[in-house]
């Protein structure tokens, strides 16, 4: 069974700008999350999909935003970029009870440079 | 909200040598415990999980951990390290819609 899929995997943005991050999950999980770690904050709850409806969301400002699809794909949003959004960007899959009450599987992330 | 210390921030072990990972978490009720390794430039492996039931749980790549409700601990072990072993391991505490992860511990294997 594949994993989960985040693309792309690297990537490099100006200030101001705004990037999308895209990840399938595991065939048969409906619940994604995204996490952002960095050297300094570690890993960070960013929000958490299921059925195509932001079920749980971390301590974000607005610019951080995601949705769902109806085959549980997910895409994460980042407007107006900062410099201190540079990080790795993890998707996670589960079956369906998500983000604390269940196994979640990680991507291999997608490093975001901001410059 | 539940929250996970991991207060070995770096730890050098021999190959062939034991090594143990401590955990400690603070929750009110018995949380989801959750061990993961991350090698370099790649994302989070599962490598064990304690939900309930018996306290020592064994994982993959040899690895087992036990659940100490008397010490909010669930430390991380293996009785011969690999060079193969040497990565980030992060401990992770889950409970209704959240989960925290500790701040790591990186491990370095000497040969």
């Known amino acids: 069974k594949a994993g989960v899929t985040q693309t792309p995997r690297y990537l490099i943005k100006t200030r101001g700008q705004q990037v999308t991050l895209s990840c399938s999950p595991i065939?048969?999980?409906?619940?994604v999350s995204w996490y952002q770690q960095t050297p300094g904050q570690g890993l960070q709850f960013l929000f958490e999909?299921?059925?195509?409806?932001?079920?749980n969301k971390g301590n974000f400002p607005g610019r951080f935003s995601g949705r769902q699809f109806s085959n549980s794909r997910s895409e994460m949003n980042v407007s107006t970029l900062e410099l201190g959004d540079s990080a790795l960007y993890l998707c996670?899959?589960?079956?369906?009870?998500?983000?604390?009450?269940?196994?979640?599987?990680f991507g291999e992330g997608s490093w975001l440079t901001v410059v | 909200a539940q929250s996970v210390t991991q207060p070995d921030i770096h730890i050098t072990v021999s190959e062939g040598a034991s090594l143990e990972l401590r955990c400690n978490y603070s929750?009110?009720?018995?949380?989801?415990l959750f061990w993961y390794v991350q090698s370099p430039g790649q994302g989070l492996q599962l490598l064990l999980k304690y939900f309930s039931g018996d306290t020592l749980v064994q994982g993959i790549k040899g690895f087992e951990a036990e659940f100490k409700r008397s010490q909010s601990s669930f430390n991380l072990r293996k009785p011969s390290v690999h060079w193969s072993d040497a990565a980030e391991y992060f401990c992770a505490v889950g409970a209704q819609n959240d989960m925290r992860f500790g701040a790591g511990t990186r491990l370095t294997v000497k040969p």
């Open positions: 929750y009110g009720a018995t949380p989801y």
């Open positions: 999909y299921f059925s195509e409806t932001q079920r």
């Open positions: 065939s048969g999980h409906r619940s």
């Open positions: 996670a899959s589960s079956l369906e009870y998500g983000t604390g009450l269940d196994t979640i599987y």
